[in-house]
């Protein structure tokens, strides 16, 4: 009986390590080097600001801050913080949380935010990029915007028009209500609201995966452009990152 209780718990430690490995990354991400910590938990050293209102590192309401180790962005302008390098060919994986409060121009609808990436031309609310939807009951989706552009899966070019933005739907999305708090009722991604969701994104020489808490959520190839700055939004919404990082790809 004993040697069958340690057989039992050796099999539970085995399977809490796999559940572990589960959530810290999801499978088929390829092979990359080292980590470059985007964001350490102590400073925002690695970034820029820009406000719509206030223009580029002018931040007088504190609209992001760091906060036990967390980036809390309160969501009460719309703007982001944006990596003063470029960066290709990589593995960035975050996690996020949804605050509260939500403010206009979109109070009372879900809770939006988004890291965009392969940004290039000038700061402004939203720059040529391609972006990683983080949105309730959207979280996956794709965003072209401002001349970016990305094939589907299925085949689909999509191109987003001159300061506009064109959207990639996630795999299997069910219904959606532009409400604060919805949850997709067939295939809902995040976690429950108020818990920390992970969020892998695989760029490589044009084609990219998302992943949301270790499920494929989006691909697609000929990304245009292949390459750029990253950014995470504020759009509205409170919300939190944390353990931003990025690993080039081998």
């Known amino acids: 009986m004993r040697l069958r209780f340690r057989t039992?718990?050796?099999?539970?430690?085995?399977g809490l390590i796999g559940v572990s490995f589960g959530w810290a990354q999801a499978r088929k991400i390829p092979k990359h080097g080292?980590?470059?910590?985007?964001?350490?938990?102590?400073?925002?050293?690695?970034?820029?600001?820009?406000l719509r209102n206030d223009g580029l590192n002018a931040d007088?309401?504190?609209?992001?801050?760091?906060?036990?180790?967390q980036i809390h962005i309160s969501g009460t302008q719309f703007g982001?913080?944006?990596?003063?390098?470029?960066?290709?060919?990589?593995?960035?994986?975050?996690?996020?949380k949804w605050g509260e409060g939500t403010f206009a121009p979109r109070q009372g609808q879900a809770r939006d935010s988004g890291i965009l990436y392969n940004i290039q031309g000038p700061n402004k609310v939203w720059p040529?990029?391609?972006?990683?939807?983080?949105?309730?009951?959207c979280t996956g989706d794709v965003w072209v915007t401002?001349?970016?552009?990305?094939?589907?899966?299925?085949?689909?070019?999509?191109?987003?028009?001159a300061g506009g933005g064109l959207k990639i739907d996630r795999f299997n999305k069910g219904?959606?209500?532009?409400?604060?708090?919805?949850?997709?009722?067939?295939n809902e991604l995040e976690k429950p609201h108020g818990e920390w969701n992970v969020v892998e994104l695989v760029n490589r020489d044009g084609h990219v995966w998302?992943?949301?808490?270790?499920?494929?959520?989006?691909?697609?190839?000929?990304?245009?452009?292949?390459?750029?700055?990253?950014?995470v939004q504020s759009e509205g919404a409170e919300v939190f990152f944390r353990n931003i990082k990025l690993y080039p790809l081998k």
């Open 80 to 96: 982001y913080l944006i990596t003063k390098q470029e960066y290709k060919n990589y593995y960035l994986r975050a996690e996020f």
């Open 60 to 69: 007088p309401s504190h609209v992001f801050q760091v906060e036990k180790g």
């Open 128 to 137: 040529q990029s391609i972006e990683f939807q983080i949105n309730e009951g």
């Open 34 to 50: 080292p980590a470059v910590v985007l964001f350490d938990g102590r400073d925002l050293n690695q970034f820029d600001s820009f």
């Open 210 to 231: 998302y992943y949301v808490n270790g499920k494929l959520a989006n691909e697609g190839t000929d990304a245009f452009p292949a390459s750029g700055k990253i950014l």
């Open 8 to 14: 039992i718990g050796l099999l539970l430690v085995t």
């Open 146 to 161: 401002d001349g970016a552009a990305l094939t589907g899966k299925n085949g689909t070019h999509v191109a987003g028009p």
């Open 175 to 186: 219904e959606v209500k532009n409400e604060v708090g919805f949850r997709d009722p067939t």
